[in-house]
Each structure stands twice: as structure tokens, then as C-alpha cells.
T-cell receptor
Framework: QKEVEQDPGPLSVPEGAIVSLNCTYS??????FMWYRQYSRKGPELLMY????GNKEDGRFTAQVDKSSKYISLFIRDSQPSDSATYLC???????????FGKGTKLTVNP | EAQVTQNPRYLITVTGKKLTVTCSQNMNHEYMSWYRQDPGLGLRQIYY???????DKGDVPEGYKVSRKEKRNFPLILESPSPNQTSLYFCASRQRYQETQYFGPGTRLLVL
């Protein structure tokens, strides 16, 4: 079983929709949880970062981690065509550089 | 401008011909990593370095070498490339105790 599992989609939504992206992980030692956004032909860029369990909000984006169920979520409110990208979840243990990525979910927001 | 640069951006080569992909960052970051990205497999870490002369294997190190002789540079070496190393490669760096990882623009490699 891969340490971080993510449904690759693709996911297509109309502009203004609420988008929910999800990952599960298997390693109980993971403490850091991240979401990266990758536009076509570009490198990934960090979107959200959460330590341990809880929620974190940044504008239209909310990251959520539930360590009891080993579930990572990213919510996008009022989605825009510019949000069309591949979203990758990633996790790591504290103090370790080893970062494990999910396979990524390709999102298209249609005008 | 703070950035991670990679060269070349595109490379076509033949099996067995040694090649090096360079990576350089201008942010004085301690940590640097190499990843490969393949359809259906996502991003996988090849090697990482926590500082000069300190490197360690990631998930898929076979067939690759790295060195970290200077803080800003972290080249990826393929001594004898094979077609299964055809992929999109990313270099990344981050500051110690910071989780923001900066990725380079990618190097698309085709091994014939």
C-alpha cells in the first residue's frame, strides 16, 4: 500500500462550485501535511501547510487533517477557472526531509 | 529573484550515455531534493540532501547519483541512462525548519 493515496480524478466542476480534494495516508508517524498546486508545464508550488490535526484557512482554501482517520482534505470555495491545475497532497515525519506525495488530482474549473 | 534553476530543460539522449542535470538555488537553503514525476505514479523522491556533503536516498534512487559539494548546487547524475528513466525531473529546495519547498521548472528527459 502506498503511504499516501489520492484519487487522480480528473475532476471537472463549474465556476463557483465548492471543490473537495482528499487523500488518505497510512504512516502514523506523519506530522506535516501539505497541499501543492501544479499548473501545466510548471513545478509544484506550496499552497497550504498543516502541522498535526486541525484546520487551516487561507482565503478561499481550507486544509483539514484528521489524524484519527488518517484523512487529508483541501476545500476550495467559489472555485475559479484559474484554479484549474493538478493538486498534490504530501506528508512527512517531523525532522525528516523525506516527503511522500500522492499521485495528484487534476481539477478543471469550467467558466 | 528567489528561484531554483535547472538545466537543461529538455534532453534527448541514448541508452548508456552519461548525463548530468544541474540544479542551483539562490536562497541559501540547506535542504535540496530531486524528484521524478511519471503519469499514474506521481512525484517520487530520488535523493535528498540536508546540507553540504550530506545526502540520502529517497524512494527511487536506483540508477541515479547525486553530490552536494556546494550549498547552492545539487546535480543529478545518470551514469548509464536507460529508457525507464525517461521522465520529468524536478529539483527542490527549502530552508531548514521551514516547510515551504521551492521547485524548479522541471527537466524533461527522453532516453532512447
Amino acid at each position: 500500500q502506498k503511504e499516501v493515496e489520492q484519487d487522480p480524478g480528473p475532476l471537472s466542476v463549474p465556476e463557483g462550485a465548492i471543490v473537495s480534494l482528499n487523500c488518505t495516508y497510512s504512516n502514523s508517524a506523519f506530522q506535516y501535511f501539505m497541499w501543492y498546486r501544479q499548473y501545466s508545464r510548471k513545478g509544484p508550488e506550496l499552497l497550504m501547510y498543516t502541522y498535526s490535526s486541525g484546520n487551516k484557512e487561507d482565503g478561499r482554501f481550507t486544509a483539514q487533517v484528521d489524524k484519527s482517520s488518517k484523512y487529508i482534505s483541501l476545500f476550495i470555495r467559489d472555485s475559479q477557472p484559474s484554479d484549474s491545475a493538478t493538486y498534490l497532497c504530501a506528508s512527512s515525519q517531523g525532522g525528516s526531509e523525506k516527503l511522500v506525495f500522492g499521485k495528484g488530482t487534476k481539477l478543471t474549473v469550467n467558466p | 529573484e528567489a528561484q531554483v534553476t535547472q538545466n537543461p530543460r529538455y534532453l534527448i539522449t541514448v541508452t548508456g550515455k552519461k548525463l548530468t542535470v544541474t540544479c542551483s538555488q539562490n536562497m541559501n537553503h540547506e535542504y535540496m531534493s530531486w524528484y521524478r514525476q511519471d503519469p499514474g505514479l506521481g512525484l517520487r523522491q530520488i535523493y535528498y540532501s540536508m546540507n553540504v556533503e550530506v545526502t540520502d536516498k529517497g524512494d527511487v534512487p536506483e540508477g541515479y547519483k547525486v553530490s552536494r559539494k556546494e550549498k547552492r548546487n545539487f546535480p543529478l547524475i545518470l551514469e548509464s541512462p536507460s529508457p525507464n528513466q525517461t521522465s520529468l525531473y524536478f529539483c527542490a529546495s527549502r530552508q531548514r525548519y521551514q516547510e515551504t519547498q521551492y521547485f524548479g521548472p522541471g527537466t524533461r528527459l527522453l532516453v532512447l
